[in-house]
């Protein structure tokens, strides 16, 4: 969208930008509240913006579901 780190932290309400380059370089993720708000601000799914996160969050459900189908017996 073009915002500065400045202009992000105001918009959410962050006292500084020290937590918005946290955030950018994947030192910390923000709680959901205000990854909630970079998605309205940035106006990209939240899982664009954490797309490492996303991945590892979504291949080890991936794998538990794997495992649940081969421990259930078959449907009939």
């Known amino acids: ?6 202009q992000i ?3 959410l ?3 500084d930008t020290s937590m918005v380059s946290h955030y950018e370089h994947g030192h910390s ?3 959901l509240p ?3 708000r970079l998605e309205i601000i940035l106006r990209v799914p939240i ?3 954490f797309p490492h996160l996303y991945d590892d969050i979504k291949q080890r459900i991936r794998q538990m579901e794997e495992s649940l ?3 259930q017996r078959p449907l009939l």
């Open 13 to 15: 309400e962050h006292r």
């Open 47 to 49: 899982a664009f913006l």
């Open 1 to 6: 969208m073009g915002f500065s780190q400045k």
């Open 29 to 31: 993720y923000p709680p």
């Open 9 to 11: 932290s105001r918009l």
């Open 34 to 36: 205000v990854a909630l």
């Open 69 to 71: 189908r081969e421990g």
